[in-house]
């Protein structure tokens, strides 16, 4: 129950692409001497032959296709956009991706309900970005508060939290409030949609951050920052991330973070009793059951299909229109889904946590496209999940 990732650095990167049959070179972080990474045998033993950074990379590939796991870390990337070097390099992320953190710092994270902006004028639906900002600005100081009152459990992420002053301002309820403006999640206006809300995030939360330095001082890290580089006064070192969001999303009943839903309805398999068999649980997109509700198009049966197929697609009987907007993961191309991503990564502070889903019947190589994708569009992380590649999974159809 942990997740698996790979540090790739811009020299891996520059090596696959340009001589992936040389021999992959390790750094010892205490000697600081570079080496050729051997292969040994079943024993344990060196067998002479060595790993080339082609052949690492193929195993990564094969391995994420089968499982899922590793994800992939751009590491240098990481380092490359972090504010605070002057604080020391980061050589890890938390469990999800969203997060690189420093030694001892901590996930400091909350999240903005997009579904609930998008009104209704005139009976065309809209987003309300006034109100949005003005959201913004309050869980910005919500989440630096958070940082005086919490209690540590080391003295030492104490310090490092208050440090840094990092906090993770992100989004959820990203594919309901497409589902309520029209906008179907695999198309361009969606994806400017989505930069566009990051973007307002990004933008108000540094804002946000600046006022509250004038109150209260900036980060002690701030000397020797980019941000005193840029002659930025903020309170907070990193202000935005985007997590998965699942304990909360489902608490708020709305959509994770800026995944599109798994299904419109679908089986939930979370505590396992006595004997071991997970508790099962039904659940529908409130925004589909609403809308199909008022078009008389909602019944039991059309549930029970939905947790079959995972999608509407395949329903004739259903207008286009609706298909076309209430798509989910099965329905979407893994492009797609990275150009979401990339979308988003653009005007982040710290990363993205996105799953790229691929159907069961993907390919290794449908796999390596997304990954050299992930290279290209300049985003700080990947992550793949075949469905069904492991025999429990906690979202499933029948």
Not at 143 to 158: A, H, K, M, S, T
Request: aromatic residues 8%.
């Amino acid at each position: 129950n942990y997740n698996i990732s790979v540090a790739v650095t811009d020299r891996f990167i520059d090596e696959l692409q340009h001589s992936p049959q040389k021999a992959h070179e390790v750094l010892n972080p205490r000697t600081k001497v570079w080496s050729k990474l051997e292969k040994v045998d079943e024993d344990g033993k060196a067998t002479g032959q060595f790993w080339a950074v082609g052949e690492l990379w193929d195993m990564i590939l094969d391995h994420a296709h089968a499982t899922g796991e590793p994800g992939v870390v751009f590491i240098d990337r990481i380092n490359a956009r972090n504010p605070i070097k002057n604080v020391g390099l980061i050589e890890a992320t938390n469990p999800c991706g969203e997060q690189p953190l420093h030694p001892y710092d901590s996930c400091n994270l909350g999240s903005i309900n997009l579904g609930l902006f998008v009104k209704s004028e005139g009976g065309q639906p809209t987003f309300d970005w006034e109100a949005y900002k003005e959201v913004i600005h309050t869980t910005t100081r919500f989440l630096d508060d958070v940082i005086e009152v919490n209690r540590y459990p080391l003295p030492q992420i104490d310090n490092m939290s208050k440090t840094t002053r990092r906090i993770g301002l992100g989004v959820m309820g990203f594919a309901d409030a497409l589902y309520k403006l029209g906008i179907a999640y695999n198309t361009e206006a969606a994806c400017a949609f989505g930069e566009e809300v990051m973007r307002v995030l990004n933008d108000e939360s540094h804002l946000a951050s600046e006022v509250l330095a004038e109150e209260r001082g900036v980060f002690p890290a701030w000397e020797g920052s980019d941000w005193e580089k840029e002659g930025r006064r903020l309170r907070n070192s990193y202000t935005t991330t985007v997590a998965p969001t699942g304990t909360i999303s489902i608490i708020a009943n709305c959509s994770g973070g800026i995944e599109p839903m798994f299904s419109l309805a679908f089986i939930r398999q979370v505590m396992k009793d006595t004997q071991g068999r997970p508790t099962i649980m039904k659940e529908v997109n409130y925004v589909f059951e609403q809308m199909a509700a008022a078009r008389g198009i909602y019944s039991p049966e059309l549930v029970d299909r939905l947790i079959e197929e995972g999608t509407l697609a395949h329903i004739d009987e259903l207008p286009q229109d609706i298909k076309d907007i209430f798509v989910c993961a099965h329905d979407i191309t893994p492009y797609w889904h990275m150009k979401m991503q990339a979308a988003f990564q653009r005007h982040c502070d710290s990363s993205i946590s996105k799953t790229i889903n691929f159907p069961n019947e993907a390919t290794v190589d449908d796999v390596r496209e997304i990954y050299e994708l992930a290279i290209e569009e300049g985003v700080k992380g990947v992550t793949v999940y075949r469905d069904g590649c492991r025999e429990m999974q906690p979202m499933a159809l029948k």
